[in-house]
């Protein structure tokens, strides 16, 4: 992997988006980039769908409308981040290679027509995609322009898996090399269960449409399969720019957010990239938009291992693929690009630069729109442009975290195949349920994978982990002992990695640390509820789920009033070692987890903070260069949040507390203390 300083990567934070020469006449080229200068645009990225023009006709190039506008940015001081076009194949390839289009569970073999359309077990696919990116780095490898490599586009959108023959081939291959055996395999998919033995590898097949639910363990398997593979092509050509255009980073756009994407583990990703980027957009489901945005960018840099990342993609402003798309609020462009900068991204860049006249993205915003500069949307990127310029110094600082939340995407995988307890319980909505109740009590949090080293963390919440290997196990268990402050949902640690049973008492995983062991689940029925009695007679409400629980060490701090459970412990708390292992056996809303979190954070030592309003943030980055608040206020309301130094944006001198306009954002680069 390549280790290099972003400042080798950018002049200053980067500030660009997508852009798509190849959809205009080249007489636009010139204004697009006058006005790329005008609007403070520092970086572009260049070619992601541009295969079927680079490559006309079977091993006939035509780089010559790349070279212009490529060596037209470099004249104008925009850097270039170079994209590999694998993402849509030509028509021609598709007609040579039909077998390339994947084919669905049900057996129906997808059309060309759209984008990432790919079997990515196909060999004359991966031949192809080898070839034109070797085309593109003997090419480009040495142009003063291009400062990173854009593999492919948002692996796993909106095809991962594959059911052809080729993929179940070599689905077969992986099992052979991941079990040895196919013993082996039958142990850990259960199959004496239902008679679904197999005798050879050959007898195998993906998981296509059953007539009932199918093996979980298979599907399971096959899930990581599909992103393993992914991933193989992913590393085979960033392997070929490498060795052609070595000291250029490779990368490739993460969808990191829950509500995004669910089909690639990004743990794994992130090893393989030199830098993690993302693409983020704001789901409009009613939800505060603004808390997922902040969990995605925290769940990006983690993904990073804390290490600088960047935000690739955003909206301006509406998107076009949800039911409704609203456009954003006055400001909201700004607070958005800076909550990721807030929590670690080194720049803003947006879906794209100039607004298509074509195609299926059309309405999707834009930097510059089709109301062109005498807009809203313009003025807001101009101005944001000038505030990135106004960061540079907080390139290379880290953002401060103060606890972590363990997540697994395979986890995810897993709990969410058929037949489980309740359909109502989902991994997801736990996940963001108890960020929110963290990002209320302004709290920053660091995502963390069950194995990870959790020592630098005060208090570590497990919203949703269905599946713990037992190496997962013993690092909650030591992280305890050693003094930590552990609260765990229910409906975690219940399986292993092959989708068993812990053997014994739920939770198997996790019983040591708890305390405790759980009869049985009893999930509510949709619209049921029950109501939880407390200290000092207080009482929450919870859904979904309860379980009987049995304290075996763990004290009981809340009780359930009513139903089936009713007497029995709901939320619990349990000193083992050095530190204390709170469980909550049923779904709590965001107000009412906040009480638990509370309780538990006067264990750990970690203290919200009620000076600061909800729906303000306030985060922190520090380095080298200093330490930077961001106060960033997504209320119609004027607040003033504690700061004492610069504020970067204004200029202006802070002394004890910055004031912060309804809808506006503040960086305060602190004074150091004598």
Request: overall charge negative.
């Amino acid at each position: 992997m390549i280790d290099l300083p972003w400042g080798y990567l950018m002049a200053r934070l980067a500030f660009g988006g997508d852009y798509n020469p190849e959809q205009w006449p080249e007489s636009v080229w010139h204004e697009d980039v006058r006005l790329m200068r005008e609007a403070g645009v520092t970086t572009v990225s260049v070619g992601i769908f541009s295969w079927a023009l680079l490559e006309p006709a079977p091993g006939t190039y035509d780089f010559g409308w790349l070279d212009r506008i490529v060596d037209l940015l470099h004249e104008n001081g925009i850097r270039v981040d170079l994209g590999t076009p694998t993402v849509a194949p030509p028509k021609w390839f598709y007609d040579k290679n039909p077998d390339a289009l994947p084919v669905t569970e049900d057996g129906t073999r997808l059309a060309f027509g759209s984008r990432g359309a790919i079997c990515h077990s196909n060999q004359a696919y991966r031949d192809a995609a080898t070839r034109i990116t070797e085309q593109l780095a003997r090419r480009y490898g040495k142009h003063p322009a291009v400062v990173m490599w854009h593999v492919h586009n948002e692996y796993g959108v909106p095809v991962s898996a594959c059911y052809c023959e080729n993929c179940a081939a070599h689905f077969r291959r992986w099992l052979a090399a991941t079990y040895g055996t196919v013993e082996h395999v039958n142990h850990a998919w259960g199959t004496a269960f239902w008679g679904q033995r197999y005798g050879s590898f050959e007898e195998i097949d993906p998981p296509r449409l059953t007539p009932t639910v199918g093996n979980p363990a298979q599907k399971l398997d096959h899930r990581r399969f599909a992103d393993a593979t992914m991933r193989e092509n992913f590393v085979r050509e960033r392997d070929v720019l490498h060795r052609l255009a070595p000291g250029i980073p490779v990368t490739t756009n993460f969808m990191t957010a829950l509500s995004q994407c669910d089909s690639v583990d990004y743990w794994a990703w992130g090893r393989e990239v030199d830098i993690v980027t993302n693409d983020h957009y704001l789901i409009t489901d009613g939800r505060r938009t603004h808390v997922n945005l902040a969990m995605a960018a925290d769940l990006t840099r983690s993904v990073a291992g804390g290490d600088p990342w960047l935000l690739l993609e955003h909206s301006t402003s509406g998107v076009n693929w949800q039911a409704r798309n609203p456009a954003k609020a006055p400001g909201q462009m700004a607070r958005n690009s800076l909550g990721h900068v807030a929590r670690g991204s080194e720049g803003a860049m947006f879906f794209q630069w100039r607004q298509s006249r074509r195609g299926a993205e059309k309405f999707h915003s834009s930097m510059l729109p089709h109301a062109g500069t005498d807009s809203r949307v313009w003025r807001e990127v101009c101005e944001l442009g000038a505030s990135i310029g106004e960061l540079a110094d907080i390139e290379g600082t880290r953002t401060v975290a103060d606890v972590a939340v363990l997540w697994d995407w395979q986890s995810w995988w897993a709990q969410s195949l058929e037949w489980r307890p309740s359909e109502d319980h989902d991994a997801r909505e736990r996940a963001d349920t108890y960020y929110e109740a963290l990002y209320d009590r302004h709290l920053t949090v660091d995502f963390a994978h069950p194995e990870a080293d959790l020592s630098a963390y005060p208090m570590v919440v497990v919203p949703a982990l269905y599946l713990a290997t037992e190496a997962a196990a013993l690092n909650l268990r030591e992280y305890v002992e050693n003094g930590g402050t552990l609260v765990v949902s229910y409906f975690s640690g219940i399986v292993d990695e092959h989708d068993a049973v812990h053997e014994g008492p739920y939770p198997g995983a996790f019983r040591d640390v708890l305390g405790l062991t759980v009869e049985e689940f009893s999930p509510l029925l949709a619209g049921e509820t029950v109501r939880l009695s407390g200290p000092d007679g207080a009482e929450l409400t919870g859904d979904v789920w309860t379980e009987f629980v049995v304290p075996r060490g763990a004290e009981t701090v809340w009780t359930y009033a009513d139903g089936l459970a009713a007497g029995r412990p709901a939320v619990t708390r349990h000193r083992f070692g050095a530190g204390t292992a709170w469980y909550v056996s049923t779904r709590l809303p965001a107000a009412a987890l906040d009480v638990v979190l509370g309780a538990a954070g006067d264990d750990a030592g970690v203290e919200a903070r009620p000076e600061v309003p909800r729906d303000v943030e306030v985060v922190t980055r520090a380095g080298a260069s200093g330490t930077y608040v961001f106060a960033i206020n997504h209320t119609g309301d004027d607040v003033k949040v504690p700061a004492h130094g610069t504020e970067l944006l204004t200029g202006e001198r802070v002394s004890g507390q910055v004031g912060v306009p309804g809808g506006a954002v503040r960086v305060v680069r602190l004074d150091v203390a004598p």
